[in-house]
């Protein structure tokens, strides 16, 4: 294959992510602006006001939490970090409005919680204060808990895979553990530190579920209710398009602060660290900042789900669940294929053909996470329900005969708006892994004979399968997780375990909505577990093969 076929390729594919956006912008000018100016005289500042709250906590927690957590289990070892490197991905299977239903129903008046505490102490309903779960800054809790291992994952393998000549001489120059990480270790993975707070904020700001549960009007609400309530397509087309610009701005500002940052550790055999022991207080606190996260974001909700699905009567194993599993499971592996290959032709024309078009093709293909996934599923429909009707009477008139409904009613398309989605996923998180590789290797390899596609099938793929693997793993699960795009653009008949949960939610049939859920979490685990195997197969600290030659050392070699 040439470079030119896989230049065309990248190309075809940011177009496709790109074409939906551009469709549900342009609905935007096809009616009026009356519903504009009287949400801009009403409600819109409280929607960019909580939307701009709302990414601030969250950016800055999962950064927090997912750098402090992937820095600790990497460069140390305490009671439980070896569990613990696994355990800290766990909560990315739960998505964030089922942690929202498990939390409102134990936090909430009626809630064992504070059922309990009155029972305890005897006060009546307004004799104590209990703090807020359905608020903004709950709706941030939830997110922080539920994304913050994007941040883990990518900071994780950053970390491993960076050299320790660096952080020993920043140590031999008389800075601290502490001082060493903040100058030396922080810089070198912050590409991919900013990649997964930024896939956090594109999550944050296309939310609906978490922030409709618990009531905080944000655009992402705002854009629903217009649609839904008012019946205002084009209100709700005008309200996308200023999400959209929202998230071109961070995209641009997050490209501009990184610069042309590069950490390469890659070309040469790059000593790894040897994660040092940590017992008493320290190792109790490093164990106690890893394990928070994991209670709050996993036990505890899988515990109080459980409960709710006991109660509930039904059964994750009859033949109508395992249908809902068959169909999600079918959409999340087809979505993790088709977007991830996109990703890495993507990235790959973007390493070989650097410049302004390509970073417009990472920009345009990366949008549609910001995008609320009933936004993109419009954007598809109406042009292909467009096309439909028109092919549907054409045939009609020359056969006798139609077909009905031939892409609207596809699988297949509804993998194209999973694809324009989640297409930032998988690019944020490949780019992350080609940070660290050498722009010299491209160079040795072709004096060496190979073609654009040996180049990237010889030694690119080997090398960032860790990446490919942590893309997929992403993909896959918030895919699992997809909800408004799902519901509008299925076929007949096709729900998956995120509809079946929304729609007994919607009902007030909380119990019930358990079910569904837990089979979601239960099967996001599994390539968690897959991923989180690759990742510490070479963990630091490890032992290093026996040197070759006898008497001389050999420094730890970097996996890949």
Same mark, same amino acid.
Request: glycine fraction near 10%; include cysteine.
């Given at each position: 294959m040439?470079? $030119?076929i896989l230049?065309w ?9 790109v074409?939906p956006? /551009?469709?549900a912008?342009l609905a935007?000018?096809?009616g009026?602006f009356d519903t504009?100016r009287g ?6 500042p409280?929607y960019?006001?909580n939307?701009?709250?709302?990414v601030? !906590?969250?950016?800055l927690g ?7 957590a992937?820095w600790l ?5 305490f009671?439980g ?10 909560p990315?299977?739960?998505p964030?409005? /089922? ?9 909430q008046?009626?809630?064992p919680?504070q059922s309990a505490?009155? *029972?305890?102490t ?5 004799d104590y204060?209990?703090?807020e ?8 809790f939830?997110?922080?808990c ?6 883990y994952?990518l900071a994780?393998t950053?970390?491993?895979?960076q050299s ?7 140590r031999t120059l ?5 001082g ?8 070198m993975? $912050?590409?991919a530190? /900013?990649?997964?707070?930024? !896939? ?5 700001i296309?939310?609906?579920g978490t922030v ?10 705002g854009?629903y209710?217009?649609w839904f309530?008012m019946g205002?397509r ?8 200023g999400?959209?610009?929202?998230a071109?701005?961070?995209a641009?500002l ?7 940052a590069?950490?390469?550790?890659r070309?040469? $055999?790059?000593e ?7 017992g008493?207080?320290?190792g109790?606190l490093a164990a106690f900042f890893?394990f928070?996260p994991?209670f709050?974001?996993f ?5 109080v789900?459980s409960?709710?699905a006991i *109660?509930?009567?039904q059964s994750p194993?009859d033949?109508r669940?395992l249908?809902?599993?068959t169909?999600?499971?079918t959409?999340a592996g087809?979505?993790?294929?088709v977007t ?5 032709l993507?990235s790959?024309?973007?390493r070989t053909?650097?410049g ?10 990366g949008?549609?996470?910001a995008v609320p ?10 042009? +292909?329900?467009?096309l439909d ?6 045939l009609q ?7 009905? +409904?031939?892409?609207t009613g596809?699988?297949?398309? !509804?993998?194209?708006a999973?694809?324009?989605r ?11 892994g ?6 010299n290797l491209d160079?040795?390899?072709?004096t ?6 040996g180049?990237?099938a010889r030694?690119?793929l080997?090398i960032?399968?860790r990446s490919i ?8 699960v918030d895919t699992?997780k ?10 007949f008949?096709?729900?998956?375990l995120?509809?079946q949960?929304h729609r007994l939610?919607a009902?007030e049939r909380?119990?019930q909505?358990a ?6 979490v239960?099967?996001g685990?599994l390539p ?8 510490s197969r ?5 032992p290093?093969?026996?040197p ?12 890949g």
């Amino acid at each position: 294959m040439s470079e $030119r076929i896989l230049n065309w390729l990248a190309w075809l594919a940011a177009l496709v992510c790109v074409a939906p956006i /551009v469709a549900a912008g342009l609905a935007a000018f096809t009616g009026d602006f009356d519903t504009w100016r009287g949400l801009m005289n009403t409600v819109l500042p409280g929607y960019v006001a909580n939307t701009l709250m709302l990414v601030v !906590l969250v950016g800055l927690g999962t950064a927090a939490l997912g750098t402090g957590a992937a820095w600790l289990v990497t460069m140390y070892r305490f009671p439980g970090s070896r569990a613990l490197e696994v355990l800290l991905v766990l909560p990315l299977a739960f998505p964030a409005y /089922v942690l929202a239903y498990a939390y409102t129903y134990l936090l909430q008046h009626s809630g064992p919680v504070q059922s309990a505490l009155r *029972d305890v102490t005897g006060w009546g309903p307004r004799d104590y204060w209990f703090p807020e779960v359905r608020s903004l800054p709950g709706a941030a809790f939830m997110l922080i808990c539920v994304l913050y291992p994007y941040v883990y994952l990518l900071a994780r393998t950053a970390f491993a895979q960076q050299s320790v000549g660096a952080y020993f001489a920043a140590r031999t120059l008389g800075r601290g553990p502490w001082g060493a990480f903040w100058s030396v270790s922080l810089p070198m993975a $912050r590409p991919a530190i /900013v990649g997964g707070a930024l !896939l956090c904020v594109m999550e944050t700001i296309a939310d609906y579920g978490t922030v409709s549960h618990f009531s905080v009007q944000t655009f992402s609400t705002g854009i629903y209710q217009a649609w839904f309530s008012m019946g205002d397509r084009a209100a709700a087309a005008q309200l996308a398009l200023g999400l959209l610009a929202f998230a071109l701005v961070l995209a641009i500002l997050e490209r501009i602060q990184r610069g042309q940052a590069r950490a390469h550790t890659r070309g040469n $055999r790059a000593e790894i660290y040897d994660a040092q022991p940590i017992g008493g207080l320290a190792g109790g606190l490093a164990a106690f900042f890893c394990f928070l996260p994991v209670f709050v974001g996993f036990l505890l909700p899988v515990i109080v789900l459980s409960r709710m699905a006991i *109660d509930s009567g039904q059964s994750p194993f009859d033949g109508r669940y395992l249908r809902f599993v068959t169909n999600s499971l079918t959409l999340a592996g087809t979505a993790a294929l088709v977007t991830v290959t996109a990703a890495i032709l993507i990235s790959f024309r973007v390493r070989t053909r650097p410049g302004r078009s390509s970073r417009a093709m990472v920009l345009g293909a990366g949008l549609g996470y910001a995008v609320p996934g009933g936004v993109i599923a419009v954007g598809i429909l109406v042009p +292909l329900a467009a096309l439909d009707n028109v092919l549907s009477d054409w045939l009609q008139s020359a056969f006798g005969r139609t077909p009905g +409904l031939i892409f609207t009613g596809s699988i297949w398309v !509804l993998v194209v708006a999973y694809m324009a989605r989640f297409m930032a996923a998988g690019l944020n998180t490949i780019e992350a892994g080609y940070a660290s590789l050498s722009p010299n290797l491209d160079a040795v390899t072709r004096t060496l004979g190979r073609n654009p596609t040996g180049l990237l099938a010889r030694v690119h793929l080997p090398i960032l399968r860790r990446s490919i693997l942590a893309a997929a793993l992403i993909v896959f699960v918030d895919t699992m997780k997809e909800l408004p795009a799902t519901m509008i653009m299925r076929p007949f008949n096709f729900d998956t375990l995120a509809v079946q949960a929304h729609r007994l939610a919607a009902d007030e049939r909380l119990h019930q909505a358990a079910v569904p859920s837990l089979v979601i979490v239960a099967i996001g685990l599994l390539p968690v577990f897959m991923v989180c195997r690759q990742l510490s197969r070479r963990a630091p600290g490890r032992p290093a093969p026996e040197p070759r030659s006898a008497g001389v050392a050999q420094p730890y070699a970097a996996d890949g």
